[in-house]
Structure formats: structure tokens, C-alpha cells
């Protein structure tokens, strides 16, 4: 004989998985940084094909920077959601401070 499921179905549409059983807001923000990445492919392609068209060093200098400036923001938006994940899932408030530790070594590290 089943064991009837007595856990409460959850109606709640901000507490629903998405069909990849991720949180909507985590599978948003999946689809922002990927859109944003895509946005600096674009960008990379650009700049060869001006490169290939020999567009002046002044021009070429405005994209790579824009370019840069774009994954600049996606890494920080990273780095934004391990500090808001690792601050959220901290049992504490000595392994929320070490939560924060371990994203400001990050930083040091790749910022």
C-alpha cells in the first residue's frame, strides 16, 4: 500500500519551480546573464568586422571598452548573486561572515 503524500502542494507561483526544476528567479536571472553575454558576442563580432574593414584605432578603442565595460557588469552581477545565495543559505551569522569573506576573496581574486 502508498504512503499518501501529505506534504502541502504549494500554490504559491513565486515558490513554483520552473520546468528545469530551478526557482523562477534563479532561471531569470540565467536568461539575463545569457542575453547579456550574447549582447557581447554581438559586440566581439562587431569589432573583428571593423577591425577587418580597418575602422580607425579610436573607434576600435570605444568598442573593446564597451565591450569590457558589458562583461565588466555581468561579472559583478556574479558576484552579486554568490554573495545574495551564500548570505540567504547561511544557517548563522558566523557563516554569513564567512560567506562574505569567501565573495570579497573573489573579488581580490578575479575583480
Known sequence: MQK??????????????SPSGEPPAREQHKRS????????????R????????????????QQVAA???ALDRTFF?????TMEAEIE??????????AGTHVAKILAKYG
Request: contains cysteine; negative net charge.
Open 4 to 17: 499518501p503524500n501529505l506534504e502541502r502542494a504549494n500554490t504559491d507561483s513565486r515558490e513554483m519551480a
Open 33 to 44: 546573464l545569457i542575453n547579456r553575454l550574447r549582447r557581447v558576442e554581438g559586440q566581439l
Open 46 to 61: 562587431g569589432i573583428q568586422g571593423m577591425i577587418e574593414k580597418e575602422a580607425t584605432c579610436e573607434d576600435l578603442a
Open 67 to 69: 565591450a569590457r565595460r
Open 77 to 81: 552581477e556574479i558576484v552579486a548573486c
Open 89 to 98: 543559505s547561511a544557517p548563522d551569522l558566523v557563516t554569513a561572515k564567512s
